[in-house]
Antibody, heavy 117, light 107 residues
Framework: EVQLVESGGGLVQPGGSLRLSCAAS????????MHWLRQAPGKGLVWVSR????????IYADSVKGRFTITRDNAKNTLYLQMNSLRAEDTAVYYC???????????WGQGTLVTVS | DIQLTQSPSFLSASVGDRVTITCRAS??????LAWYQQKPGKAPKLLIY???TLQSGVPSRFSGSGSGTEFTLTISSLQPEDFATYYC?????????FGQGTRLEIK
């Protein structure tokens, strides 16, 4: 069974940093691209970033470009999101997600809440 | 960026009703569209991909159609567990974007 478990969320002051982790199991992690998405309280879904399977390609939403960095450790089956220069508008539940063929997101973690205040 | 506009934003319906949610894209996205269902406090669940293909395990009362700029999600006979928020997402280009959501509530 595919499992994605996020951790690392919490309360941080504006301008601070946080690193989120997503521990993957139940599939060959190194074979899959991975994504981060977020959802502000009471709001809709927003795509944040994607990394390819060997870490050679990353892409970001404009709202986080230059502040967030997506990485992965295929030996540890873990995806990361380093978040720097955090702003109040980054407050959200952050989800990691694994796509099926075609990049459709068929497996999601339970989310981790980041509060910038 | 490609904008997705869902309508309606809010829908009140009864068990057994047939409902349709529309998603319009600001430019053509071929069939690179997904539909997700999200319940409060839970992660989204993939229902439909490639505009019309039912994800494994999703009940057949859900169906999707469309291509280009206009897409629909139809639930043929609402069940109590279907009351949730529904999102469309385009996968034609980056950044991936979502519609604003359609909240489906019990009448």
């Amino acid at each position: 069974e595919v499992q994605l478990v996020e951790s690392g969320g919490g309360l941080v002051q504006p301008g601070g940093s946080l690193r989120l982790s997503c521990a993957a199991s139940g599939f060959t992690f190194s074979d899959y691209w991975m994504h981060w998405l977020r959802q502000a309280p009471g709001k809709g879904l927003v795509w944040v970033s994607r990394i390819n399977s060997d870490e050679s390609s990353t892409i970001y939403a404009d709202s986080v470009k230059g502040r967030f960095t997506i990485t992965r450790d295929n030996a540890k089956n873990t995806l990361y999101l380093q978040m720097n220069s955090l702003r109040a508008e980054d407050t959200a539940v952050y989800y990691c997600a694994r796509p099926r063929r075609g990049d459709y997101l068929d497996n999601w973690g339970q989310g981790t809440l980041v509060t910038v205040s | 960026d490609i904008q997705l506009t869902q309508s309606p934003s809010f829908l009140s319906a009864s068990v057994g009703d047939r409902v349709t949610i529309t998603c319009r894209a600001s430019q053509g996205i071929s069939s690179y569209l997904a539909w997700y269902q999200q319940k409060p406090g839970k992660a989204p669940k993939l229902l439909i991909y490639a505009a019309s293909t039912l994800q494994s395990g999703v009940p057949s009362r859900f169906s999707g159609s469309g291509s280009g700029t206009e897409f629909t999600l139809t639930i043929s006979s609402l069940q109590p567990e279907d009351f949730a928020t529904y999102y469309c997402q385009q996968l034609n280009s980056y950044p991936r974007t979502f519609g604003q959501g359609t909240r489906l509530e019990i009448k």
